[in-house]
């Protein structure tokens, strides 16, 4: 099982984007500061509020609220709500990981099952096909869809579930010591912490600098 974002997702800064979509759709010039301010005000509102997006109604009413707390930081009076929407969605993009397509197709090659655990709305299969993922797993298991966010061990049973595979036979890859490690550990997963920047304190679960690194790590150790 894999985490998405930070793992086999990255974001693209989505602040200078919205900025040129801003003034692309509707005639507005914002500061860098001003755009960096309203997306960390959405992203924590859309942290807080994931789950609410468990189908496409619900997601569709959630990114209406994401743009709200868009607009509301920027404060322009008179400002379009649905400019503001269409710009917040242009601007954001997430990329796969330079080094998860190696990664996923050497462990597919050797049989082990895949499947992408991780605290996310319910568009989390067609972010994986826009980064071309997709294809490389086997199952797709999101919090909103589930109804619980990592730690809760009730999405990584629902992964379990997905891949047919018992606990004591998966093994969990993120990297967030208290989102993935924590919450493999309670569902009785093993985990591995991915550290890409290498800031990770001492910790008694295999770390990882780079996704390459999984295949000789777990086929090694099977």
């Not at 998405?4 to 979509?21: D, S, V, Y």
């Not at 759709?25 to 609410?52: K, P, T």
């Not at 959630?62 to 709500?81: H, K, N, Q, T, Y």
């Amino acid at each position: 099982m894999l985490d998405a974002f930070g793992t086999l997702l990255a974001m693209e800064p989505p602040a200078p984007r919205l900025r040129a979509e801003l003034a692309r759709r509707a005639g507005l010039e914002i500061s860098a500061e001003a755009a960096e301010a309203a997306f960390r005000a959405e992203i924590a509102f859309y942290l807080e509020h994931h789950l609410e997006g468990r189908d496409a109604g619900s997601l569709e009413r959630l990114r209406d609220r994401c743009a709200a707390v868009v607009a509301e930081s920027l404060d322009f009076p008179g400002l379009e709500p649905g400019a503001v929407r269409e710009a917040m969605l242009a601007a954001i993009r997430f990329g796969a990981q330079p080094d998860a397509f190696g990664a996923l197709r050497a462990l597919r090659s050797r049989g082990v099952r895949l499947v992408v655990a991780s605290n996310w709305d319910c568009s989390l299969g067609e972010v994986l096909a826009a980064a071309g993922l997709l294809p490389l797993v086997d199952g797709v298991v999101s919090s909103a869809v589930v109804g619980a966010a990592k730690p809760d061990p009730a999405l990584f049973e629902a992964a379990l579930a997905v891949a047919g595979t018992p606990a004591e036979e998966a093994v969990h890859v993120g990297d967030s010591p208290d989102h993935d490690v924590a919450g493999a550990r309670a569902a009785g997963v093993r985990a591995i912490l991915l550290d890409r920047r290498g800031v990770a304190a001492t910790t008694d679960v295999p770390v990882v600098r780079r996704l390459d690194e999984l295949p000789s790590l777990l086929l090694g150790a099977a």
